[in-house]
């Protein structure tokens, strides 16, 4: 089938399809497609086929179908629409003889979704933030025109950000659906150095070191997430005791990250001298509301490796009391604009 004719077919129907030429641009949608990530037909012309499959590991699968005879398929994925609600699909995706794309995208019926004590207390805690957030930029932002000490200005420009970024994972908590990643270009070792900035900047900082590779290039992700994640490693192992934090980066052949295996990843190794993770907690380390301390919510973990796998990556420990080491295992190599 050529793509004028799958146009012809496929215009009708009630199913999704969509045509995308050899760099995942979208060429041409049907109306039924449009209709379900509610995007106009020509609007959606050129846009990357992120906006379908927003997360790096279906990006992957469909570069991947572009250089092979056989179909794909993903079963079961949730997919945003532009007024940030989800609908569950099945995607099929074939490589045409004009070597543009093929994708049929199947509704699933939705299923009930229980509002879990977890999720709704983070939605909770996400309405409850966001006025003093905005009080605390609001406060940073006179003091960064009133103050002439330019460090201080650049630490009251620090605050700033972090609100305006805290205030939009707020936003995107509430909304009970999610919304879209924001995805692009991400250069791992600009978010370990932001990282670095908000850690100096508290009243008690660690001791950091680096040990980077220059030579790895940007991944693919949300650049705000994953610098979550990694500000929530940082914290829990300061909170935990460790005076010294040490950030390693490095490129890993062939390991597995979920059910597949990455050709590539990169890692990224978030290590310290605290007293390590007590025995009892090292099998269920990464679950809601486990801690190791009284006053911990036992959330940062968690919801680190949440977005690890996101980005259809991993994240791990390791380590004993003095040195102890959370890896952050990311896909490398994604199409993307």
Do not use: C
Not at 18 to 44: C, F, K, T
Not at 176 to 197: S, T
């Amino acid at each position: 089938m050529n793509d004028t004719a799958a146009r012809a077919w496929a215009e009708p129907l009630a199913t999704g399809v969509a045509l995308a030429d050899g760099q995942l641009r979208l060429v041409w949608v049907n109306p039924a497609l449009a209709e379900l990530l509610d995007i106009g037909p020509r609007s959606a012309v050129g846009q990357s086929l992120a906006v379908l499959l927003h997360r790096p590991e279906w990006m992957a699968l469909a570069e991947r179908a572009l250089r092979e005879p056989s179909p794909h398929q993903l079963r079961g994925i949730d997919i945003p629409s532009a007024r940030g609600e989800t609908a569950r699909v099945d995607v099929s995706m074939q490589r045409l003889a004009s070597g543009e794309l093929l994708l049929e995208v199947h509704a699933l019926a939705p299923t009930a979704v229980s509002d879990t004590p977890l999720s709704a207390t983070l939605r909770g805690f996400a309405h409850e933030v966001k006025n003093p957030l905005a009080g605390l930029r609001g406060a940073a932002q006179l003091l960064q025109r009133r103050v002439e000490d330019e460090q201080l200005r650049s630490l009251a420009g620090l605050v700033i950000a972090e609100a305006d970024r805290l205030a939009a994972l707020a936003n995107r908590l509430l909304r009970h659906g999610g919304a879209a990643a924001q995805l692009g270009d991400v250069n791992i070792h600009e978010q370990l150095e932001r990282l670095g900035d908000l850690l100096l900047a508290e009243p008690s900082p660690p001791t950091l070191r680096h040990d980077y590779d220059p030579s790895l290039p940007d991944i693919y992700g949300d650049a705000d997430r994953l610098l979550q994640l990694l500000l929530n490693l940082a914290r829990n192992a300061i909170e935990a005791g460790a005076k010294t934090l040490v950030f390693r980066t490095r490129a890993e052949p062939a390991v597995r990250l979920g059910e597949r295996m990455a050709r590539m990843a990169l890692r990224v190794d978030v290590v310290d001298d605290g007293p390590g993770v007590p025995e009892s907690l090292r099998d269920t380390l990464f679950e809601p509301l486990v801690s190791g301390r009284a006053d911990g919510s036992g959330l940062g973990l968690a919801l680190a490796r949440e977005i690890a796998r996101e980005h259809g990556g991993e994240l791990r420990h390791v380590g004993r009391a003095g040195e102890t080491t959370f890896s952050l295992y990311l896909p490398m190599g994604h199409a993307h604009d």
